[in-house]
């Protein structure tokens, strides 16, 4: 007995955003530590930012929605390649 196509493909397109959306959340959580790491010498940041700790994370910031757009566009990418196959 065959599966319902239909199924087959939902579960297999839910599967591949439980994992995009699973990474996605790897990749936010990585780099928000290392933007900390990398802005706050120390584990508290001041009550007030400096003009340089709020450059650094304003920078680090857009790198990492970069970094994150970049990551969805070859993952769409690679999903639209499967369906050529």
Known sequence: ?????????????LQSETQRQKF??????T??????????ADYRPP?????????????????MIDAS???VEHLQKMEAGKGMI
């Open 1 to 13: 007995m065959e599966g319902d196509p239909q199924l087959t493909r939902f579960l297999q397109q």
């Open 24 to 29: 996605t959340e790897q990749v936010v959580h």
């Open 31 to 40: 780099l928000t530590g290392r933007c900390w790491d990398v802005c706050f």
């Open 47 to 63: 009550s007030k930012m400096d003009g340089k700790t709020q450059t650094c994370v304003q920078n680090c910031v857009n790198r």
């Open 69 to 71: 757009n970049f990551m």
